[in-house]
């Protein structure tokens, strides 16, 4: 399968400052690239849909100029937390979706642990 | 709105038994049906994808569809402990759209 890469896979972030969380598809090239957050016990939760070169699209509820999305690239997608609070500690993860092998598939990143204090 | 259902479980099983995983979905056009395995704390990892009616075999593992009835399933032969996880159902209901999640099934296998 395809692989999804992650950095950094943990991070600890007072509150009020900025943490960039990057995602890359590392052999494909990803048309559609995807965050999710999940608290512990609790499903995914899909915060925004991306694609290469066009705004990211948010779901309901999500604050697009807290948790900004860059898809600058087929590879890469950064989600950038601004003026981060304790209630934003979560896992964050991102997947790729693409043609792999004539399929169209989705791969999840490692994901990202993110704290503040 | 497109759905996927899954029974959230637990689902507990003895080390050696057929693991059995059903997942339903509301979107008769959906095209491709995944399962995710999902370990706590990390994220989920594919581990089958089926797009015809029928089995699907890969090792101990054997994905079956029923679109007529809207209806995946996931059988793990030989339940290990390792195979303690949650699973999740995603159907892809168009080529190119976004997957819907089942909120998943959490198995727990018994030594």
């Known amino acids: 399968g395809a692989v999804v890469s992650q950095h950094p896979s943990r991070v600890i972030c007072k509150s009020g400052t900025s943490v960039k969380i990057e995602c890359r598809s590392l052999?494909?090239?990803?048309?559609?690239m995807f965050w999710y957050r999940q608290f512990p016990k609790q499903s995914l939760m899909l915060m925004a849909t991306?694609?290469?070169?066009?705004?990211?699209?948010?779901e309901q509820g999500v604050e697009k100029d807290k948790f900004l999305i860059n898809h600058a690239s087929l590879t890469l997608s950064t989600l950038t937390v601004t003026s981060a609070h304790p209630e934003d500690s979560s896992f964050y993860i991102c997947?790729?979706?693409?043609?792999?092998?004539?399929?169209?598939?989705?791969?999840f990143g490692p994901g990202t642990r993110l704290t503040v204090t | 709105q497109k759905e996927v259902e899954q029974n959230s479980g637990p689902l507990s099983v003895p080390e050696g038994a057929i693991a059995s995983l059903n997942c339903t979905y509301s979107?008769?056009?959906?095209?491709?049906f995944f399962w995710y395995r999902q370990y706590s704390g990390k994220s989920p990892e594919l581990i089958m994808s089926?797009?015809?009616?029928g089995d699907k075999e890969d090792g101990r593992f054997t994905a079956q569809l029923n679109k007529a009835s809207q209806y995946v399933s996931l059988l793990i032969r030989d339940s290990q402990p390792s195979d303690s996880a949650t699973y999740l159902c995603?159907?892809?209901?168009?080529?190119?759209?976004?997957?819907?999640f089942g909120p998943g099934t959490r198995l727990s296998v018994l030594p």
């Open positions: 997947s790729a979706s693409g043609t792999s092998g004539g399929r169209y598939e989705q791969y």
């Open positions: 052999d494909f090239q990803a048309t559609t």
């Open positions: 089926i797009y015809s009616n």
């Open positions: 991306s694609n290469e070169g066009s705004k990211a699209t948010y």
């Open positions: 979107d008769r056009g959906s095209q491709s």
């Open positions: 995603a159907v892809n209901p168009r080529y190119g759209q976004n997957f819907v």
